[in-house]
């Protein structure tokens, strides 16, 4: 049952690897927090501890709401400073 | 039970087209899909609360980004490595799940559904989780006004016209 939350998970790390854009790094950190919340839930009513597993799971959705709002700041930002949302841009930054 | 295995099927399908689709808008719709058929699951585990958080978070950071990729611009590429790699990856990963799902019948799952609900769920979360909840309140005020500053247009321009 916990393969579902794995799979969501997984599918959003290789969004965020094979990604080139801010935006699409997004949807991929988007895909990993909702099957971090998923394997909450799932492993709270597995333990039979569902209560636990809902807090939880409401905590890395709200990080999620966070995450969203801090990835388009850095998006409108970058677009400031480079006029491109590209993630290879962001290679020169670093000095 | 039904309900949760077809939402749990969708929910990985949707996934699934969110890293295929190449276009940002499609990629987002499916993610928003996926987010729906997660709020589903949530639903048939009865954690109603739950899944009526994730159907908002999930609709209003689409439109969010519908905005965002209007404004910002919706061009999307892979690395040139990653389209096979991608392609390879999701094949072997549902080429797995099918084998697993038809060589094993599905499980069974035993919940408590005689719980206190979302009235048990609200005693918890402002007595043993009250301090959590209020840090994660203050990170959320902090972000919106963190974003804000960092998103404010920059002066320097007008102050070195107003210098003689």
């Known amino acids: 049952m916990m393969i579902v939350s794995f799979v969501i998970g997984f599918l959003g790390f290789v969004n965020v690897v094979a990604r080139r854009s801010l935006l699409g790094v997004i949807i991929g950190v988007n895909l990993m927090m909702m099957g971090a919340a998923c394997a909450f839930v799932l492993s709270g009513v597995v333990t039979g501890r569902a209560l636990e597993g809902h807090v939880y799971a409401i905590f890395v959705i709200a990080s999620g709401a966070a995450q969203m709002v801090v990835g388009y700041t850095l998006a409108v930002r970058l677009f400031y400073l480079r006029r491109d949302i590209g993630l290879r841009g962001l290679r020169s930054m670093s000095g | 039970m039904v ?50 958080v994730q159907w908002l978070v999930a609709t209003l950071g689409v439109c969010a980004f519908v905005f965002f990729s209007v404004l910002l611009g919706s061009r999307e590429g892979r690395e040139s490595w990653a389209k096979p790699v991608v392609g390879l990856l999701v094949t072997g990963l ?27 769920l609200g005693r918890v979360l402002v007595s043993d989780y009250l301090l959590p909840i209020e840090i994660l309140a203050l990170t959320l005020f902090l972000v919106v006004v963190g974003a804000g500053v960092i998103t404010r247009p920059e002066r320097r321009g007008l102050n070195d016209e107003e210098s003689p």
């Not at chain 2, 949530?42 to 739950?50: F, G, R």
């Not at chain 2, 084998?99 to 799952?109: E, F, N």
Request: net charge negative; glycine share 8%; charged share 10%.
């Open chain 2, 3 to 52: 309900l949760f295995w077809i939402s749990s099927a969708l929910a990985i399908a949707a996934a699934v087209a969110a890293t295929l689709f190449v276009e940002l808008k499609r990629a987002v719709l499916a993610l928003w899909v996926c987010a729906l058929c997660l709020g589903g699951m949530y639903l048939s585990l009865n954690a109603e609360y739950l899944a009526i």
């Open chain 2, 94 to 120: 549902l080429a797995a799940l099918i084998g697993w799902v038809s060589m094993a019948h599905l499980p069974s799952i035993e919940w408590d559904r005689a719980g206190e609900g979302v009235a048990g």
